[in-house]
Nanobody, 121 residues
């Protein structure tokens, strides 16, 4: 499956952005989807994941209550709604899919290119 992330940009602290992840090549609904991010000089970190049918979600503590992951399998697209953004959310955000069933600690097989999110203070 090929993944294309978009929707990043520059936003002030407290603002919102919605990232999209468009999938093609295989049935999107067959995959768990996750979002990750990587800030300059730091390791990539998990942000959120969602089950194949969207019924189960899982978040990193750092974004819980501010970010919402969702998906529209009919459109082969996943989303990450980011509210109350903080400067520490600045990073390149990546979407990924997993062929497994796990939402927590899933192993991801396919990765999209990143989209930059910059939050100014």
């Amino acid at each position: 499956v090929q993944l294309q992330a978009s929707g990043g940009g520059l936003v002030q602290a407290g603002g919102s952005l919605r990232l999209s992840c468009a999938a093609s090549g295989r049935t999107f609904s067959s995959y768990v989807m996750g979002w990750f991010r990587q800030a300059p000089g730091k390791a990539r970190e998990f942000v959120a994941a969602i089950s194949r049918n969207g019924g189960v979600t899982y978040y990193a503590d750092s974004v819980k209550g501010r970010f919402t992951i969702s998906r529209d399998n009919a459109k082969n697209t996943g989303y990450l709604q980011m509210n109350s953004l903080k400067p520490e959310d600045t990073a390149v955000y990546y979407c990924a899919t997993s062929r497994g069933l796990r939402v927590v600690n899933a192993q991801y097989d396919y990765w999209g290119q990143g989209t930059q999110v910059t939050v100014s203070s």
